[in-house]
């Protein structure tokens, strides 16, 4: 996996995982342990896929919890010539995964949730609010270290390495110029805001009739989920809203799939092609989106604590990583990664309304010092 990674700034991949500890040991008698209970500092696990048992997977997992705030100038990962074969060309980036000013972790301002209502507001574990000022650490539950090796030509080979938590959240910001991975996101809009887009509804006659129907249904939020595609500048224009599986620029709504809303009476179904839904955009660069929060939510949008599944991976080859370990070892736990470095944000993190999607979302804030640079 030579030149697979490069990272300047603060050493991100190292700071994941430095922590300090001090400690005095001091012997416990009976009494005491009786009252201790625990779990081991470091589990080892090795397993196979049970759709697959050509590849073995070694996972060092640390009982630990780590909150940090870190950051780099630049994240750059899996920088190589790479082709593009759905472009028929060489990818236009050169890195699958680049971010300018990448941080985890966020200083509060409550200004900032004000200008960005659709940003879950964190507080604190014992439920108390942050005040301005205040760091906001990212948290790493059960951060591991895990290897995939094969056997070719009779030799056991590692094809994979995986960095990963078993939950996660907070803040995660940067200048996204390339992303190759997933990103699971929802993109918001209206039925009302659909229907003034067409006008006359000569683009949407039967969503028109059946908002006629039902007067209700123009206060009815519609939601889809959004996938990492090709946007709008592709060439050939036919990649519009397809699937862009390495080194993506844009997310959104995928061709085919359909924006949905129900009510009482009727429901509205409207199918996305080259990343329009009738006369509604639903894809946005990712240089839009310059803050994400990594973690989970319940079905109001509300936060829910940490969200499960978030991993860096470096792969010789597309290969299977089980999603969520601690769910267990079933075929339908695992999602594949494309070769090259990967990145798998969990649900949750990114939501995109129509209304304000040319808006994007503004950087939270990183650093105390204005130094001219957009991070203040």
Known sequence: MTNLIQATGTGILL???????????????????SDVTGQAYLQIDQYQRPADTSVDYVRAQFGLEVETQISADV?????????DEKRNDWEIQEADILIENFAMGHIYDETYYLLNP?????????????????IVPFRMIDPYIEFAFEEINGKTTPVGLRIGYGKAEGMMSGNILSLTGAVHSTVRTNA???ANQVGACDLAAELCAKLALEPLLGSVEIVNGADLVYGEDTTPSHLVGEIDEARAMYTGVKNGDTLRAETGLTSVELAAQNCVVVAVDVCFPLTQYQSL????RD????????????????Q????????????????????????????????????MDTLSATLG?????????DRGVGLF
């Open 361 to 369: 979302t503004s950087r939270a804030r990183t650093e105390y010092i």
């Open 192 to 194: 009302d805001y659909i």
């Open 293 to 296: 929060w990594v973690g989970a």
């Open 118 to 134: 659709l940003m879950p507001k964190p507080v604190k574990s014992d439920g108390s609010a942050y005040q301005n000022g205040e």
């Open 75 to 83: 994240m750059e990962l899996g920088k190589y010539p790479r082709w």
């Open 15 to 33: 700071s994941l995982f430095a922590i300090s500890v001090h400690a005095e040991l001091k012997a416990l008698d009976d009494a005491a342990l």
């Open 299 to 314: 079905e109001n949008g509300n936060l829910a604590g940490p969200a499960e599944g978030m991993f860096l991976s470096f």
């Open 316 to 351: 010789t080859r597309p290969l299977q990583w089980n999603q969520n370990f601690k769910a267990g070892n079933t075929p339908e736990s695992y999602m594949q990664a494309v070769q090259g470095a990967f990145l798998n944000v969990p649900a949750g993190v990114l939501e």
